[in-house]
């Protein structure tokens, strides 16, 4: 299984970004599609996930900022970034689980956002 990440990029505070994730070379039926992030000295966190069913759970501190979508179709995941501010800045990783994908599933190759003020 491969995840290719795009969209990050260099934004001001306030602005909007999306993040994509597509998947490929998946064998077995996808269960969660997530996003985490990882600021520098910070551990990585879940910032949103959606399961196969559709429903969705976010990081209490981007709740009605962003909001994530998947394509089944595609394999694809997105992350509709909102309102962006300074500490929404860090490497974002996509993150899927299939039924026989391991606890902690697979993992995209971290796309950067900086939000400047």
């Known amino acids: 299984v491969q995840l290719q990440a795009s969209g990050g990029g260099l934004v001001q505070a306030g602005e909007s970004l999306r993040l994509s994730c597509a998947a490929s070379?998946?064998?077995?039926?996808?269960?969660?599609m997530g996003w985490y992030r990882q600021a520098p000295g910070k551990q990585r966190e879940l910032v949103a996930v959606?399961?196969?069913?559709?429903?969705?759970n976010y990081a209490d501190s981007v709740k009605g900022r962003f909001t994530i979508a998947r394509d089944n179709a595609k394999n694809t995941v997105y992350l509709q970034m909102n309102s962006l501010k300074r500490e929404d800045t860090a490497v974002y990783y996509c993150?899927?689980?299939?039924?026989?994908?391991?606890?902690?599933?697979?993992w995209g190759q971290g796309t950067q956002v900086t939000v400047s003020s």
């Open positions: 993150n899927l689980k299939t039924d026989n994908s391991r606890l902690d599933g697979y």
């Open positions: 070379g998946v064998r077995s039926r996808i269960r969660d």
């Open positions: 959606v399961t196969r069913d559709g429903f969705t």
